[in-house]
């Protein structure tokens, strides 16, 4: 079901639920999901991401349930240009890693615990894609639990790394981290909602170390000095032209890990 044929807020897992948020893009996919966590009849929610600053959007999620508290996963404005808005509107405090993108909350921090409308979520920093960017860990989700990875881990396709923000050395650690949740179901920030986080995560650590020996073939070719656009023609060749920044930007990050 999508939100086109079916109800705006769907179910995600027994914890969450989600409006796709109307921001469809080349990097966005099908748009931003924006979520609702809550455990059944406890008349609060937790939101997640709030999206683009668009007001039907918003004000569905501010009158779906009372929202007690609005978290983010990253700085990049589809996860967090509505948020100030939704704090208008709901009185919600906004946390994120960042203090920039807190409206009378809080930075969050690794390790911390958070417990608000009757679920528990572990925070994890998990840069890589951006330097803050977190997940949520619902162990009590499902036989397995449940992460809300952001642009981490998406529901479909690979994850582009915002070079020099995001660096791969941290982004490798992270999948290390991540794998170690097990099957966990994935909550991912655009796509769909996908089980078992560890057999995603090893699909993603292949891909990267795919790319990174297609890059030492490229310098191979090309020489020890051939820059971030020359090895993006060879690796990168049938590139869409709409990604293909960030294609360089994924470049630049496996040149600075493999020059280092």
Request: net charge negative.
């Given at each position: 079901m999508t939100p086109?044929?079916?109800?705006?807020?769907?179910?995600?897992?027994?914890?969450?639920?989600f409006r796709l948020a109307p921001n469809p893009g080349p990097m966005s996919l099908d748009g931003t999901n924006s979520y609702l966590?809550?455990?059944?009849?406890?008349?609060?929610?937790?939101?997640?991401?709030?999206?683009?600053?668009?007001?039907?959007?918003?004000?569905?999620?501010?009158g779906t349930v009372e929202v007690e508290l609005i978290l983010i996963t990253h700085r990049h404005a589809d996860h967090t240009a509505g948020a100030a808005r939704l704090h208008e509107l709901t009185g919600a405090p906004v946390r994120a890693a960042d203090e920039w993108h807190c409206h009378g909350g809080t930075p969050l921090a690794h390790g911390e615990t958070i417990r608000a409308a009757g679920v528990e979520l572990h925070v994890m920093a998990?840069?890589?894609?951006?330097?803050?960017?977190?997940?949520?860990?619902?162990?009590?989700?499902g036989a397995h639990g449940a992460v809300l990875?952001?642009?981490?881990?998406?529901?479909?396709?690979?994850?582009?790394?915002?070079?020099?923000?995001?660096?791969?050395?941290?982004?490798?650690?992270?999948?290390?981290?991540l794998e170690r949740l097990g099957p966990a179901t994935v909550l991912p920030g655009h796509g769909p909602v996908l089980p078992a986080l560890d057999a995603v995560v090893r699909a993603y650590r292949n891909h990267r170390?795919?790319?990174l020996a297609q890059i030492r073939a490229a310098l191979a070719d090309l020489g020890p000095g051939a820059g971030v656009a020359e090895i993006t023609d060879a690796v990168y060749s049938d590139v869409d032209p709409a990604?293909?920044?960030?294609?360089?930007?994924?470049?630049?990050?496996?040149?600075?890990?493999?020059?280092?």
């Amino acid at each position: 079901m999508t939100p086109e044929s079916g109800p705006s807020i769907l179910t995600a897992s027994d914890l969450a639920r989600f409006r796709l948020a109307p921001n469809p893009g080349p990097m966005s996919l099908d748009g931003t999901n924006s979520y609702l966590l809550g455990s059944p009849g406890s008349g609060t929610a937790v939101v997640v991401d709030p999206g683009p600053l668009d007001e039907q959007h918003l004000r569905e999620l501010a009158g779906t349930v009372e929202v007690e508290l609005i978290l983010i996963t990253h700085r990049h404005a589809d996860h967090t240009a509505g948020a100030a808005r939704l704090h208008e509107l709901t009185g919600a405090p906004v946390r994120a890693a960042d203090e920039w993108h807190c409206h009378g909350g809080t930075p969050l921090a690794h390790g911390e615990t958070i417990r608000a409308a009757g679920v528990e979520l572990h925070v994890m920093a998990t840069p890589g894609h951006t330097s803050d960017s977190l997940c949520f860990h619902l162990p009590h989700d499902g036989a397995h639990g449940a992460v809300l990875t952001g642009d981490t881990v998406l529901g479909r396709g690979t994850t582009v790394l915002d070079f020099p923000d995001g660096r791969l050395g941290d982004y490798l650690a992270t999948l290390d981290r991540l794998e170690r949740l097990g099957p966990a179901t994935v909550l991912p920030g655009h796509g769909p909602v996908l089980p078992a986080l560890d057999a995603v995560v090893r699909a993603y650590r292949n891909h990267r170390l795919e790319r990174l020996a297609q890059i030492r073939a490229a310098l191979a070719d090309l020489g020890p000095g051939a820059g971030v656009a020359e090895i993006t023609d060879a690796v990168y060749s049938d590139v869409d032209p709409a990604v293909r920044r960030a294609a360089e930007n994924s470049v630049a990050a496996q040149l600075e890990y493999l020059r280092a």
